[in-house]
Nanobody, 123 residues
Framework: QVQLVESGGGSVQAGGSLRLSCAAS????????MGWFRQAPEKEREGIAS???????QYADSMKGRFTISRDNAKNILYLEMSSLKPEDTAIYYC?????????????????WGQGTQVNVSS
């Protein structure tokens, strides 16, 4: 099993930047792919980006250019750099992980989830 804890959320004005972190613990020595998702009020959880064990990445088309996913395998930390933030980016942001190869933007591909971190972007 993998335990995930997100941090780095908060309030920011439109145009600003944030970096989210997700610390992984537990059985992390196996090959894992990881992802970032977000869920706004009354909306479905949507995939932002995914990264495999050797840092190959996949982004949702709508997220390309403003969001950057990365991971530090030595520290077991996943990151999401967000820039040029917009009010519509306001959501709870979740990291997720599972064992295996490749990447995925589908929430059903992940068994392990963090508790989420709130991001609020004001205009």
């Amino acid at each position: 099993q993998v335990q995930l804890v997100e941090s780095g959320g908060g309030s920011v004005q439109a145009g600003g930047s944030l970096r989210l972190s997700c610390a992984a613990s537990g059985n992390t020595y196996k090959s894992t792919y990881m992802g970032w998702f977000r869920q706004a009020p009354e909306k479905e959880r949507e995939g932002i980006a995914s990264i495999d064990a050797v840092s190959r990445t996949q982004y949702a088309d709508s997220m390309k250019g403003r969001f950057t996913i990365s991971r530090d395998n030595a520290k077991n930390i996943l990151y999401l750099e967000m820039s040029s933030l917009k009010p519509e980016d306001t959501a709870i942001y979740y990291c997720a992980a599972d064992y295996g190869m490749g990447t995925s933007l589908g929430k059903n591909a992940y068994r392990y989830w963090g508790q989420g971190t709130q991001v609020n972007v004001s205009s």
